[in-house]
């Protein structure tokens, strides 16, 4: 990769005690400079990972992401922050 070159991965991990029981996952991430989609079923796996890489924006340092999670009729919605911007 060049300097201009970057990698983003965004990552969730499950923390309760039966990832299986939980079926599938659907999740939704929004910053200002990066976002994305996806649904994956939950087996053995803790861990719904989504990553991108390119030459575009990154995200700032005192930036946030819109985080929405949805499995099983629940749903779940967080805001993650960097930098600064955390409280």
Avoid: C
Avoid at 38 to 55: M, Y
């Amino acid at each position: 990769m060049n300097r201009e070159d970057h990698m983003e991965r965004f990552q969730i991990r499950y923390k309760g005690k039966d990832p299986a029981n939980v079926g599938r996952v659907k999740y939704k991430f929004t910053g200002t400079t990066m976002g994305g989609s996806g649904e994956q079923k939950l087996s053995g796996n803790r861990d719904i990972v989504s990553g991108s890489g390119g030459n575009g924006a990154i995200p700032l340092e005192d930036s946030t992401i819109q985080v929405t999670v949805e499995w099983k009729g629940h749903k779940e919605e967080m805001e993650l922050s960097t930098g600064d911007s955390r409280k």
